[in-house]
C-alpha cells in the first residue's frame, strides 16, 4: 500500500488480526461443545421446534454483545471493575460467578474435547480429555501463546462451518417446517432456551471476545466504530452455524432415527452425525467437536482468569498464563472424578450459565443508563439500552421459570 509507512501498516495488519481473533473467540466459544450437544439434544426433543430456540438465541446474543462489547471498549475496563466502579461490591460477585461458571463449563468443554477425539479415533473419552486438556495446557505454556490460540480459533473455526455445512447438506432437513417454525413453534420450552442461551451467551462467553479485544488495545471512541462491526460479524456467524448445525440434525431426526440422549455413554449429536453420512459423518462430527472443544477450554480458560485482576490488579501476563493452566488442571481433575455423563454435563452447564446471564446484564445496563461518566460522557443509544433491559427482564423470567429443571438434571 504505496504512501503508508512500515509501522502504519504492521499497526492495520495488528489490529485486523486483532479484531478476527475476538470475532472468532467468541464464535468458538458460543459454537462450542455444549451448543452442539445440546443442539442435538433439544431437537431430538422438539423437532422442529427447536428452531424458535434458536432465533431466540441470536436475538439476545445481539442485544448481549452489542452492549457488553460497547460498555468494555468505551470504559477501557474489565467487565468486574466496570461493575465495581458502577454498583461497588458487584464486581466481586460478578468475578465469582464467571469464574465458578467458567469452571462448570470447562468440565464440560473437556467431556467434549473426550467425546470428539471418541468419534473421531474410537479414544476412551476420559483419556481423550486428558489428553485434549494437556494440549490446551501446551499453548498457555508457550512463548508465543497468544499468536497460538489466535491461529487456532481462527483454523478451528474455519474448519467447523466448512464440515458442518457438509453434513446439513447430506442430511436433507425439512427446511419448510423449520422455517415456519422458526417463528411460529409448536412448543415453547423456557428451559431449553435458558440452556441454549446459556450456552451460546452466557457465563463467560459474554465477556470473551470484549476482553480479549481490551487486551489487544483496542478501546476508545476511536475504534467503536471497528469494534461494532466485529461484534455484528461474530453474531452473524454463530447465527448462521447455530442454524446450519440446527438443520443438519433436524434431518437426521425428521428421518426416524432414534437419538439416545440420556445414557452414560450418550454422544446425541455423533449419533446424528453418522446417521447423516456413515463413518465418514462420525469422524467429521469428531473433528468438529473436538475442534469447537478444545477452543472453548481455551476460551472457558483464558476469559474466567481475566475476572481474577478484580482481586489483584498488578497480577503479570506470565502470572495469567500460569494461573490459567492451573484453571484447565482443576476442570482436569473434577472431569475425571465426576460420575454424570459428558453429555448431560454440557447442557447443564448451559442452563447454569443461563441462570447467570441476567445478573451481569443488569448491572452492565444499569451503568450504561445512569453512569455515563464511566464512558467519558458518551451519549448512549437510546435503542440499545430499551433492548438491553428488554433482554435482562426475558432472561430474568426465564431463569424463573428454568432453574428447577435446569438443576434436576444432575440431581434426578
Not at 196 to 204: A, E, H, K, L, W
Amino acid at each position: 500500500m504505496p504512501g503508508r509507512p512500515a509501522a502504519a501498516l504492521d499497526a492495520i495488519r495488528s489490529r485486523r488480526a486483532s479484531l478476527t481473533a475476538a470475532i472468532f473467540l467468541m464464535a468458538t466459544s458460543a459454537i462450542g461443545p455444549g451448543f452442539i450437544t445440546q443442539t442435538a439434544t433439544f431437537t431430538t426433543k422438539l423437532g422442529a421446534a427447536f428452531a424458535f430456540g434458536i432465533l431466540a438465541s441470536i436475538l439476545i446474543d445481539f442485544v448481549v454483545q452489542l452492549n457488553i462489547w460497547r460498555i468494555v471498549t468505551l470504559t477501557r475496563m474489565r467487565a468486574s471493575d466496570i461493575a465495581n466502579a458502577a454498583v461497588p461490591g458487584t464486581g466481586y460477585l460478578l468475578a465469582v460467578l464467571v469464574i465458578v461458571g467458567g469452571l462448570f463449563f470447562n468440565i464440560g468443554n473437556i467431556g467434549g474435547t473426550g467425546l470428539g477425539l471418541n468419534a473421531l479415533t474410537g479414544l476412551d473419552p476420559r483419556w481423550g480429555g486428558a489428553i485434549s486438556a494437556l494440549v490446551s495446557i501446551g499453548i498457555f505454556l508457550s512463548r508465543r501463546a497468544g499468536v497460538a490460540v489466535d491461529r487456532l480459533i481462527v483454523v478451528a473455526g474455519v474448519m467447523m462451518i466448512a464440515l458442518t455445512v457438509f453434513v446439513a447438506y447430506v442430511s436433507s432437513p425439512p427446511l419448510g417446517e423449520a422455517l415456519r417454525q422458526t417463528v411460529l413453534p409448536d412448543i415453547v420450552d423456557f428451559p431449553t432456551i435458558t440452556t441454549i442461551v446459556g450456552g451460546t451467551v452466557g457465563g463467560y462467553i459474554t465477556y470473551s471476545g470484549a476482553h480479549r479485544l481490551l487486551d489487544k488495545g483496542m478501546v476508545g471512541i476511536d475504534n467503536l466504530g471497528a469494534v461494532n462491526r466485529a461484534a455484528l460479524t461474530g453474531i452473524a456467524v454463530t447465527g448462521v452455524m447455530r442454524y446450519v448445525l440446527f438443520l443438519a440434525v433436524l434431518g437426521v431426526v425428521a428421518s426416524g432415527v432414534v437419538i439416545d440422549v440420556s445414557g452414560q455413554a450418550a454422544n446425541p449429536a455423533a449419533q446424528a452425525f453418522q446417521a447423516a453420512a456413515g463413518d465418514l459423518g462420525l469422524r467429521i462430527f469428531g473433528a468438529i467437536l473436538w475442534a469447537a472443544a478444545i477452543t472453548s477450554v481455551i476460551g472457558a480458560a483464558y476469559t474466567s482468569v481475566s475476572f481474577v485482576t478484580v482481586f489483584k490488579e498488578d497480577i503479570t501476563e506470565r502470572a495469567r498464563n500460569l494461573a490459567t493452566v492451573v484453571f484447565i488442571g482443576i476442570s482436569l481433575f473434577f472431569y475425571l472424578i465426576i460420575d454424570t455423563p459428558p453429555a448431560t454435563m454440557l447442557v447443564f452447564v448451559g442452563g447454569l450459565n443461563g441462570l447467570i446471564l441476567p445478573i451481569g446484564l443488569s448491572i452492565f445496563i444499569y451503568a450504561a443508563w445512569a453512569r455515563s461518566d464511566l464512558m467519558g460522557g458518551y451519549r448512549y443509544p437510546r435503542w440499545l439500552l430499551v433492548l438491553g433491559g428488554l433482554v435482562c427482564a426475558l432472561t430474568w423470567y426465564m431463569g424463573y421459570k428454568s432453574v428447577g429443571p435446569i438443576f434436576s438434571l444432575i440431581n434426578p
